[in-house]
């Protein structure tokens, strides 16, 4: 059976409605902040991921933003910008950046709906896991290269292979 199955059919619902049911389905922590924007907490195997979804019908866009706190020693921001360079060249949506101000590592991808576009629940799903498999697999190299001393090139090689596993 597919995930749209259990959903309602109506190109009229609210993306963030959608999500909120998703996330209802899937037993996620979720907070709906406003009418336009919802926070949930998933559980991946390195850590709990916070993450929030917000629709501008100014732009048809459904934007993710998944973070995690991260506090690497000053001495090896510049290794972690140079890993998250290396990173966002293996990724094919969506990009990380290190915010330094709120100590956070950030994953970032916008789903485009121009049109009057409708979203489909299958579409959230994967915007989604796809925000938490590439935090779950790039997890390990930013460590080793904000903790472990290690080179870029050395920390990525613990993320050749895609993870896999459930958002």
Same mark, same amino acid.
């Given at each position: 059976?597919?995930?749209?199955? $259990? ?12 999500? *909120?049911?998703?996330?209802e ?6 907070? &709906?902040?406003?009418? $336009? ?5 998933? %559980?991946?195997?390195?850590?709990? @991921?916070?993450?929030? =979804?917000?629709w ?5 866009? =459904?934007?993710?933003? +998944? ?8 001495? &090896? =921001?510049?290794a972690? @910008? ?8 293996? +990724?094919? !949506? ?10 956070l590592? %950030?994953?970032?991808? #916008?789903?485009? =709906?121009?049109? #009057? ?11 989604? &896991?796809?925000?938490v ?14 903790? #472990? ?9 613990? !993320?050749?292979? *895609?993870? @896999?596993?459930?958002?």
């Amino acid at each position: 059976m597919s995930l749209s199955e $259990d959903f309602p059919h109506s190109e009229d619902l609210h993306p963030i409605d959608i999500v *909120e049911t998703l996330a209802e389905h899937r037993d996620w922590e979720f907070d &709906r902040v406003t009418d $336009d924007q919802i926070a949930m907490a998933v %559980v991946g195997q390195w850590r709990t @991921y916070a993450i929030t =979804l917000a629709w501008s019908g100014h732009d048809e866009m =459904l934007r993710l933003i +998944c973070t995690f706190e991260m506090e690497p020693p000053e001495d &090896r =921001l510049p290794a972690l @910008y140079e890993t998250l360079n290396a990173t966002n060249d293996m +990724c094919w !949506a969506g990009a990380f950046t290190y915010w330094h101000d709120q100590r956070l590592m %950030v994953w970032r991808h #916008g789903l485009m =709906l121009a049109g #009057g576009q409708p979203v489909a629940a299958e579409q959230v799903d994967r915007l989604i &896991r796809t925000a938490v498999s590439a935090s779950e697999r790039f997890y390990p190299a930013f460590q080793l290269v904000a903790w #472990g001393d290690r080179s870029p090139a050395d920390a990525l090689q613990v !993320a050749i292979a *895609e993870a @896999y596993g459930r958002a």
